[in-house]
């Protein structure tokens, strides 16, 4: 966004500013200033008021995308995620690298964070409130750096952060150098407790984020898109979410909805069916990619929403050592060719119980795979056998004989054979044992 951007919440008696775009604090705005000194320095400011409920869904929807490194994400409402790392170093190559992913992630999706690191779980997170971006290998490191931390990040209610204050006690370390019973008598045994937890001195139980059957998530544009090709950016958001999701759900989707709000308008919806089930966020964007190109909006959309109302187990596939190899892209052209010519005019084939060869396939029904290839019999085949006279070709190999189909009353009795004609083309021709005709059935590729 090129335009300066605050968010603002009732302080007081003022409306002041908690949160600003990089192009607004270029301007000199910053967090804690009046919403009306702000309007001063930048011109077309947009103020936006603090919307709890927002924050609420885009912190979960933050711990559907973070299922992608661990399974163990614990909200820390309102603006806090808690993950828990140490059982899924290995699979992502030890911890700096680890740190690097969610640290571009995290700037994918347009947040910004701070992250740290500790053998606590609150330990973490008054480093992280505390702006540290440590990451802490012990207790004893940990305890350094969090004795020097103010009492005001901690989880207590105010009355008991000020009256500590009036007596001197700012920080956690001289907290610590009071006598622990005075403490408790004075302020509490929750105060004690949640020192101990961030210490290691006490055990912490937290509970973990369950995502939802179903992901269901939207997102506001900050200006309306007039193009469908402008819905790229927020629906590379979404499909980052619904991919953590799908990834601690060990499940892919077949189908999703994309809805386009519109203001006095009905909602436009994107539907996307792929041919088996996925949960690859970069190649379902590339597929949206071909249906955004053929899409013409009736109206700006100023709020985009995903939908995948049905989720499907999905194993995950076995890759090769050296990664050399990726899946057979058989599905993924499949897909593509959908989008530009319709779900009608691109389908596989399955073989079916029935030796005839005209009924021996149908077109693959659901997300089936494409039948594999007989090589003795051609995938041409006409649709009606023509006549052949057996001096113009030369037989190569055969026969085949078919004798089949007395219960439905379309029985046949054929020779087939592979020959080839005057000008080098391979055809599938039989002879009908009833009456001695020869014909073209099939031409080979």
């Not at 101990?196 to 900050?222: N, T």
């Not at 190999?397 to 189909?405: A, D, K, L, V």
């Not at 029985?411 to 599938?428: E, H, K, M, P």
Request: with cysteine.
């Amino acid at each position: 966004m090129t335009q300066p951007l605050v968010v603002v919440d009732w302080q007081g008696q003022r409306i002041r500013i908690i949160a600003c775009n990089k192009v607004a604090a270029a301007c000199g705005i910053h967090v804690g200033m009046a919403a009306s000194a702000a309007q001063a320095l930048a011109d077309g400011l947009i103020i936006r008021p603090r919307d709890p409920e927002a924050e609420r869904a885009s912190l979960q929807g933050m711990a559907m995308w973070a299922g992608r490194f661990t399974p163990s994400v614990t909200l820390a409402p309102p603006n806090g995620l808690l993950l828990e790392i140490g059982g899924c170093l290995r699979l992502h190559r030890g911890l700096a690298d680890l740190l690097q992913q969610v640290r571009v992630g995290v700037a994918e999706l347009g947040y910004t964070a701070a992250m740290a690191c500790a053998p606590t779980a609150h330990g973490a997170w008054l480093l992280a409130k505390a702006g540290l971006e440590k990451t802490v290998s012990d207790l004893a490191q940990l305890e350094q750096l969090l004795v020097g931390l103010p009492l005001a990040l901690l989880e207590q209610p105010p009355a008991v952060i000020e009256a500590l204050d009036h007596i001197g006690v700012s920080r956690l370390g001289d907290c610590l150098r009071l006598p622990r019973s005075g403490i408790v008598r004075r302020f509490g045994q929750a105060l004690v407790d949640e020192i101990d937890r961030a210490l290691g001195r006490q055990p912490e139980a937290r509970a973990r984020f369950v995502p939802p059957p179903s992901f269901e998530r939207s997102i506001e544009l900050p200006t309306p898109a007039h193009a469908a090709e402008a819905l790229q950016f927020a629906m590379r958001r979404l499909l980052l979410e619904l991919e953590g999701f799908l990834m601690q759900r060990q499940a892919g989707v077949a189908a999703l909805e994309w809805v386009c709000h519109h203001e006095r308008r009905d909602a436009t919806v994107l539907k996307l069916g792929l041919a088996k089930p996925m949960r690859d966020a970069a190649r379902i964007q590339l597929l949206m990619r071909e249906t955004l190109g053929r899409t013409r909006l009736q109206a700006p959309v100023h709020t985009l929403a995903l939908r995948a109302p049905q989720v499907l187990p999905l194993a995950a596939a076995n890759t090769d050592l050296f990664q050399k190899t990726r899946e057979a892209d058989g599905e993924w052209l499949l897909e593509r060719l959908r989008i530009r010519l319709g779900r009608d005019a691109v389908h596989g084939i399955e073989t079916t119980d029935d030796h005839r060869p005209e009924h021996a396939w149908r077109p693959a029904q659901g997300t089936q795979r494409a039948a594999k290839a007989n090589r003795h019999r051609p995938l041409w085949l006409l649709p009606r056998p023509l006549p052949r006279c057996v001096d113009a070709i030369t037989l190569a190999s055969g026969p085949e004989r078919i004798e089949s189909g007395w219960w439905d009353g379309g029985d046949i009795a054929r020779d087939y054979y592979v020959a080839q004609d005057c000008n080098g083309t391979r055809l599938w021709v039989y002879c009908d044992r009833a009456s001695g005709k020869w014909y073209v059935h099939g031409v080979f590729a």
